[in-house]
């Protein structure tokens, strides 16, 4: 399998890592908000990954966490569409690197992974699913935006959002103690894709946004403190990732409406027949009253 | 001996049924795959919603009568699957209409006894009301209204038709045959409507009614003639006040959400998606395009034309005329045609399976219905 190869290494940070020395104040920036893409969608309609990127780093990434000094190193090492069909899942394998010498606080931090999944044009993912494997416990929280419309074809929808947040407990660290490994499966579904010349249309993946949120103990009060991944970050030919939806060809619209038209007709004649010719075999005048 | 075979089925599946209602809890709590109905979710959901004082129509995709919430409110503070207990016992109430309505047709017990085998133990149908979808309700409301109407009770199959209409809508296609079974010249008031027995089914030659022409005619001139005969006002009247009580009721409560939502919306979608139409393929390659009326029109005329010949052909056996219209109505409709819809078929194909009346016919249908099962679980994957 072609996605089955895709063992490459995706270094999606350290761009911005310098801004990024002490986090941000995170809940202040993002208001009540629970998810990231909340407070996107709230302030936009639609989504644009330019828009984004620049809320991402102008709303978002803007402000220090007081007297820390991390510098995690998110990274998307592998990235697999696995499955057949129009259900499928995107496996995503993370890894969250800190300094040895931050390493050792980590036990008395708590903090989440959170994966921005912005979704090409033609695939979206079930709120509803994503709910329910919430309830599961697979993900701590996940939530679509977007037009999350369950039902609209390609060419009548917009693009969405998956934001999962994942808790990063002890099981998740890595061998040597410096950080977190973890895998995340994202159920995704295609729409009906739009007409095209070849019978498939190519959807792309483009690389999520990574953050880690970490609540640290205070003097004073606990503080939340918002790390996050490069949106521009190494991209490699080979690391795209695509769907290749099967759609409509084009020319045969005609030839399609014709011949449905006729079995309809023919259907129905048909049906007209039977009931007109072959009427003494199943109903009788001679019914008694029941 | 008979009877208590029938009681026995009867506990035996409703045991079937809890252990299924169990078992999916268990199912829901432990694998990745749900054995709950997503739409169970959705009036649970909306339930909570109308227990809470609010709106049903603030959950997504309830498309339905507040009834339907309204009826799991207790899902909220008896038990998360108490409407797959309700949904459960329509299930049940079906398979005890169907003997009902075999024996008032004169069908031999032991015929009876196998069609409601093949309702209750039909795996795709046992599992629709312990998954948690509300269609049981809706055939045990319609097998409810052949009842009445083979009885002669005028009134009450007018007010659960009005009700079932007000519910699910489509079964304003089963308007026609109850309008022409109410023929002035085999129905007069205080008197049962002839719905044909089973037994006269069998070809006796002379004995037909169809390709008399002099009939025909008679048929078309009552038709025209004696359209509005005092059984077919009352039953209109009746089944309408109840409809548009109820749709006004909840357009009071819940304005035009509700008419959007339960209503407009099952008018005018055009979703290309699970549909088991004729026109699936056509709508999708048109999808990026609006229709013109003039298409509109002319893809509705097969449906308008297989409709009315089959409801003057098989109208006085209403039952088999039910299964026909409903078969023809999701082959032939542009709209989305679901898995929901083909539930429908099960209920009435017992009927279709009892007029062929042999076990290898019996066996087929069966069989028939379990490759339309896998057919339909596969489309709606």
């Not at chain 1, 619209?253 to 079995?263: E, R, W």
């Not at chain 2, 209109?236 to 357009?251: E, H, K, Q």
């Not at chain 2, 699970?274 to 509705?300: A, P």
């Amino acid at each position: 399998m072609e996605y089955q190869c895709l063992h490459f290494r995706l270094h999606l940070i350290l761009g911005i890592m310098s801004s990024l020395l002490a986090g941000i104040s995170y809940s202040s920036k993002l208001g009540s908000h629970k998810y990231i893409t909340e407070a996107y969608f709230q302030k936009y309609d639609t989504l644009n990954d330019r828009v984004f990127q620049d809320f991402i780093s102008n709303e978002v990434s803007q402000g220090f966490c007081e007297e820390q000094n991390f510098m995690p190193k998110l990274s998307v090492w592998q990235r697999q569409l696995n499955g057949d069909g129009s259900h499928r899942r995107l496996t995503s394998s993370l890894k969250i690197e800190n300094q040895p010498e931050v390493s050792s606080k980590l036990a008395s931090q708590s903090c989440k992974a959170i994966i921005v999944e912005r979704l090409p044009s033609g695939v979206f993912a079930d709120p509803f699913e994503l709910e329910h494997l919430t309830q599961r416990g697979v993900f701590t929280d996940a939530s679509a935006f977007g037009d999350t419309d369950l039902e609209l074809p390609t060419v009548r929808a917009n693009r969405s959002v998956v934001e999962i947040h994942m808790d990063l407990g002890p099981s998740m660290l890595s061998e040597n103690n410096n950080g977190w490994e973890l895998n995340i499966e994202l159920p995704l579904h295609a729409r009906y894709a739009p007409l095209g010349k070849h019978g498939y249309t190519k959807v792309e993946f483009g690389s999520p946004d990574l953050f880690v949120r970490c609540i640290v103990e205070g003097d004073s009060h606990n503080q939340s403190c918002l790390f996050s991944s490069a949106n521009d970050g190494v991209r490699s030919s080979s690391a795209a990732i695509f769907w290749e939806v099967p759609s409509g060809i084009v020319k045969h619209t005609k030839v399609v409406s014709v011949l449905t038209f006729i079995s309809a007709v023919v259907g129905a004649l048909s049906i007209l027949a039977a009931c007109v010719f072959h009427s003494e075999i199943s109903i009788h005048s001679d019914s008694k009253q029941s | 001996m008979k009877v208590l075979n029938f009681r026995s089925l009867i506990i035996f599946s409703a045991f079937l049924r809890v252990f299924l209602i169990v078992y999916g809890e268990w199912q829901d709590a432990h694998l990745e795959v749900r054995y709950t109905d997503i739409d169970y979710l959705v009036f649970s959901d909306a339930a909570a919603l109308v227990v809470a004082g609010k709106s049903p129509y603030k959950r997504s995709t309830y498309r339905y009568s507040p009834l339907i919430a309204f009826l799991l409110a207790p899902n909220s503070f008896i038990h998360r699957s108490w409407g797959k207990f309700i949904f459960s016992v329509s299930d049940l109430l079906v398979g005890y209409f169907i003997r009902t309505i075999l024996k008032l047709r004169g069908v031999p017990e032991n015929l009876s006894i196998y069609s409601v085998i093949v309702w209750l133990f039909n795996p795709f149908t046992f599992t629709i009301g312990t998954r948690g979808n509300c269609e049981p309700i809706v055939c045990a409301i319609i097998l409810w209204i052949i009842i009445c109407l083979m009885r002669g009770n005028l009134f009450q199959g007018a007010v659960w038709y009005g009700l079932v209409v007000h519910m699910r809508i489509y079964p304003i296609i089963y308007a026609l045959p109850i309008v022409i079974l109410h023929d002035p010249l085999h129905f007069q008031h205080g008197k049962k409507p002839s719905i044909i027995e089973w037994s006269s089914r069998d070809v006796k030659p002379g004995a037909s009614l169809g390709p008399d022409k002099s009939s025909n005619l008679n048929r078309l001139w009552v038709l025209f003639s004696s359209i509005f005969t005092r059984s077919r006002i009352l039953f209109g009247l009746i089944s309408a006040t109840i409809f548009f009580f109820f749709t006004g009721l909840f357009f009071y409560l819940y304005e035009w959400e509700f008419l959007n939502e339960a209503l407009l919306y099952h008018l005018t979608r055009t979703d290309p998606r699970h549909n088991f139409s004729v026109y699936f393929y056509h709508i999708y390659l048109n999808y990026e395009r609006e229709f013109s009326i003039l298409e509109k029109l002319i893809s509705f005329l097969p449906q308008l034309m297989v409709q009315v010949v089959l409801v003057s052909r098989f109208a006085r056996d209403l039952p088999f005329c039910f299964f026909v219209q409903t078969v023809a109505f999701v082959a032939f409709n542009k709209i989305q045609a679901t898995v929901r819809m083909g539930k429908l078929h099960f209920k009435i194909l017992q009927f279709f399976c009892m007029e062929v009346g042999d076990y290898c016919s019996i066996l087929c249908v069966v069989l028939l219905s379990v490759a339309i099962d896998i057919t339909m679980e596969q489309n709606e994957a």
